[in-house]
């Protein structure tokens, strides 16, 4: 079983900048494919981005490209997603997910609410 626990969300007001973070239990995370989705409301949950075992490969949604950034530090068991340039838009509960030998963790959210 693998605990996600997010943190790093809150309120800020447009083309300002978060950092969230996904810190993750277990002993093999630098084994796991990390990824973030989140969920605005009323609307489906969708995909951010994703960050490779290594962190040497990263994807992103469109909807993210040039403005956020994925990472991991595998010492600390943690994901990051750096959001630059947000907009009222990208207001929604983001969640990270492991992939953990086919079997998929998710976290509990964290709220970003982008003011216009």
């Known amino acids: 079983q693998v605990q996600l626990v997010e943190s790093g969300g809150g309120q800020v007001q447009a083309g300002g900048a978060l950092r969230l973070s996904c810190t993750a239990s277990?002993?093999?995370?630098?084994?796991?494919?990390m990824s973030w989705f989140r969920q605005a409301p009323g609307k489906e949950r969708d995909f951010v981005a994703t960050v490779s075992w290594s962190g040497a490969r990263t994807y992103y949604a469109d909807s993210g490209k040039g403005r956020f950034a994925i990472s991991r530090d595998n010492a600390k068991n943690t994901v990051y997603l750096q959001m630059n340039s947000l907009k009222p838009k990208d207001t929604a509960v983001y969640s990270c997910?492991?992939?953990?030998?086919?079997?998929?963790?998710w976290g509990q959210g964290t709220q970003v609410t982008v003011s216009s």
């Open positions: 997910k492991a992939i953990v030998s086919g079997t998929d963790y």
């Open positions: 277990g002993r093999t995370f630098s084994t796991y494919t």
